[in-house]
T-cell receptor, first 117, second 114 residues
Framework: GDSVTQMEGPVTLSEEAFLTINCTYTATGYPSLFWYVQYPGEGLQLLLKATKADDKGSNKGFEATYRKETTSFHLEKGSVQVSDSAVYFCALSGSNAGGTSYGKLTFGQGTILTVHP | AAGVIQSPRHLIKEKRETATLKCYPI?????VYWYQQGPGQDPQFLISFYEKMQSDKGSIPDRFSAQQFSDYHSELNMSSLELGDSALYFC?????????????FGPGTRLTVL
């Protein structure tokens, strides 16, 4: 079945540092890939998405590129802020060759990001 | 913009009791998904509905049932509650048939079973 693997362990950075959170996936067909963010005590918010190979999703300074050859969708940000502290989830939604989504999201384990001033 | 509404936001129940969680999707969204997120864990897909019919089923216990009504809202019914059912339950909605499946999540219902 489909699966998503994120880098293990929390990430702690100083403000303005560079961020990378690794994400790799296993899926049949042509999945869409997502990054969701969860702030303390809140629900999941879609951060960015990519629906086909080589697509780059971007939002609020975050970027991720859909790499089919390495089955990866790593999240990056050039300069993090204290307000970026949250849990980040990589997720996929499987789809068929025609691009129609199968629906449900499969999530990675989540990565806790803490940014210090 | 309207968002997904879930009620109640917090629920405390005793073991073996029953709980009902409600989800109101974004207007014109026809698909609803339910996820369960245990403490420190990733969300796990439970079940989904499209046009009032079950469209997919994940790791939902037999003690749980769900349905989608004519106004597209959905309810998750949980019976014989166990301590392990304590979790955050998310509902998400989307429009079926889109090229990509962008799901919008509600704030969640935090269920505590004592």
């Amino acid at each position: 079945g489909d699966s998503v693997t994120q880098m293990e362990g929390p990430v702690t950075l100083s403000e303005e540092a560079f961020l990378t959170i690794n994400c790799t996936y296993t899926a049949t067909g042509y999945p869409s890939l997502f990054w969701y963010v969860q702030y303390p005590g809140e629900g999941l918010q879609l951060l960015l998405k990519a629906t086909k190979a080589d697509d780059k999703g971007s939002n609020k300074g975050f970027e991720a590129t859909y790499r089919k050859e390495t089955t990866s969708f790593h999240l990056e940000k050039g300069s993090v802020q204290v307000s970026d502290s949250a849990v980040y989830f990589c997720a996929l939604s499987g789809s068929n060759a025609g691009g129609t989504s199968y629906g449900k999201l499969t999530f990675g384990q989540g990565t806790i990001l803490t940014v210090h001033p | 913009a309207a968002g997904v509404i879930q009620s109640p936001r917090h629920l405390i129940k005793e073991k073996r009791e029953t709980a009902t969680l409600k989800c109101y999707p974004i207007p014109r969204h026809d698909t609803v998904y339910w996820y369960q997120q245990g403490p420190g864990q990733d969300p796990q897909f439970l079940i989904s509905f499209y046009e009032k019919m079950q469209s997919d089923k994940g790791s939902i216990p037999d003690r749980f049932s769900a349905q989608q009504f004519s106004d597209y809202h959905s309810e998750l019914n949980m019976s014989s509650l166990e301590l392990g059912d304590s979790a955050l339950y998310f509902c998400a909605s989307s429009r079926w048939g889109r090229i990509y499946n962008e799901q919008f999540f509600g704030p969640g219902t935090r269920l505590t079973v004592l």
